[in-house]
């Protein structure tokens, strides 16, 4: 698939957004090869969506999940609609759909992502609720995380403690030893539980904060530094590769619902 020119083109609808929650419903439009720090859940309701894998295998799709961190590009025929989520990692529900994908296999391949993402397909199929109002079926249809333990105590405290921290540099050091272990100790958990290195997680946690901030009316720039952004032209450039959108038209779509 050659790369979209206008990847924000054919994009119209509603996003919300929740602590470790980002979803959009609506017209789906086409993205360039992107790879994001979420679980993406991608649910076709109306027309025609294709994914390509970072092998270039190609598949029209109906429902899928794509793990954190994988490659992928979307191309949108006119009229497709949908619902697409990013959970994070460290939220019950994305544990979840990465659970899903593990037992699927290949993470890398398509294929893979439509296998792990068929409980969502036949939920679609059995449920006439479209829309934002759709997202609690979809994310029921996941299940539940398979660790019912939860997150080890120390990740799940140095995830409390990003927000105090997160219009800095935020390095793994100083969020170790904010919560007394070891950087490499630390930096092990986030690889081990959330399959991401905590450098991926950081930009995603930085990018929802900036959504945020720009929602409650700061400016791409403030939104940027507060984030811990070094200016709107980084904050430009992950989100490109976060969601192969520029934040711009990102931040259009992410507003309350009705």
Known sequence: MSPARAPSAGWAGTATAAPGLLAFTGA?????PHAHAAVQVLLVLDGEVTLTDRHGHRRRTEAAIIPAGARHGLRAAPGAHGLLAYLDPAHPAGRAAGARIA?????????????AARPLATAAVNSMITGPAALPGVLCSIGPATDPRGLPAVLSRALEAVPQLIDGPLPLSELAARIGVSADRLGHLFAEHLQLPFPAWRRWARLLHAIEAVRGGATLTEAAHGAGFTDS???TRVCHEMFGLAPSHLVHLVRPTA
């Open 28 to 32: 789906i439009g086409s993205a360039e």
């Open 103 to 115: 037992a699927a296999g290949d993470a890398d391949i398509v294929s893979t992502w439509q296998v």
């Open 233 to 235: 032209s980084h904050l």
